[in-house]
């Protein structure tokens, strides 16, 4: 076979054995070889004959007291480079676009800053009527949709301070004045999977919604945010904004490495 019609082929040995450590990485617990012959969906004697070879080039390794195989030391050296080489906020700015370009809507990409959360991107719709952002806004923790989302996913250590002070604040809604209001909207937010402002944004006659990226650690890491002017954005939750929001935050997030049920806060 000649070079050029085997690069086109590629290496079928090779597909095979990365089909085997997806199975082990989807397993997200060490497994036995039967277990990792189904998940493969090929004997088990193949796939013996496999995990052989990737124990040797270090990406699996086998428990000799109970016989469980698991990813090796070079595997996690592998998915530790490539975390350490994306660029998150990168990542989010293609994010925000691509919604952006979706719903012809102002969005954002916010980050936890040193007291709360902070817009780094934004991008601006095609419409004659926007809501601008700037690029460094720290944005409250109660009153705005990505300020609620971080309240709800943070650490409580981190956000409990925080939020006691707002609560201090005159300018949030009767509603929303006791701890326990507080932290039935964040279980709602956790149960829904994203944020809505519903007319109590910190800006008159501004709604936003917001939905939570969360990191290879099942954390919060960013929020991608859609903001617009009262009455003119949908915010229902079947409607095109929401579903845009939480598919990009997903999306996002799966590239990021998340996977499983995301960290509670403790």
């Known amino acids: 076979m000649s070079d050029e019609l085997e690069g086109k082929h590629g290496v079928q040995s090779l597909e095979i054995g990365m089909g085997i450590l997806r199975a082990m990485a989807d397993g997200q617990r060490s497994m036995m070889l039967k277990d990792i ?9 193949k796939a013996h004959r496999y995990l052989v070879s990737l124990i040797r080039a270090g990406l699996v390794d086998q428990d000799p007291m109970t016989s469980r195989y698991d990813l090796g030391s070079f595997a996690l050296s592998l998915g530790l480079v490539a975390l350490d080489r994306l660029d998150r906020v990168r990542l989010g700015l293609n ?44 944005l409250e923790l109660l009153s705005t949709a990505a ?78 945010l859609v903001v617009g002017v009262q009455g003119m954005l949908d915010i229902s939750p079947e409607g095109e904004v929401i579903k845009s929001v939480k598919h990009h935050a997903e999306a996002l997030s799966l590239r990021l490495g998340a996977h499983g049920e995301p960290k509670l806060p403790a």
């Open 37 to 45: 012959a189904a998940a493969a969906d090929m004997p088990a004697s």
């Open 95 to 138: 994010a925000i676009t691509e919604m952006r370009d979706e719903i012809n809507q102002t969005t954002a990409l916010a980050v936890w800053g040193d007291r709360g959360p902070v817009v780094v991107r934004w991008e601006r719709p095609r419409r004659p009527i926007t809501v601008n952002v700037t690029t460094g806004t720290a």
């Open 147 to 224: 300020g609620r989302v971080f309240a709800a996913w943070m650490p409580k250590k981190v956000v409990t301070p925080l939020i006691a002070d707002e609560l201090k604040s005159a300018k949030l809604p009767p509603e929303l004045k006791s701890r326990a209001a507080v932290e039935a909207l964040l279980a709602g937010i956790r149960a829904q999977g994203y944020a809505a402002t519903n007319g109590q944004h910190k800006v008159a006659g501004v709604e936003a919604v917001a939905a939570p990226v969360f990191n290879f650690k099942s954390e919060i890491t960013m929020s991608v």
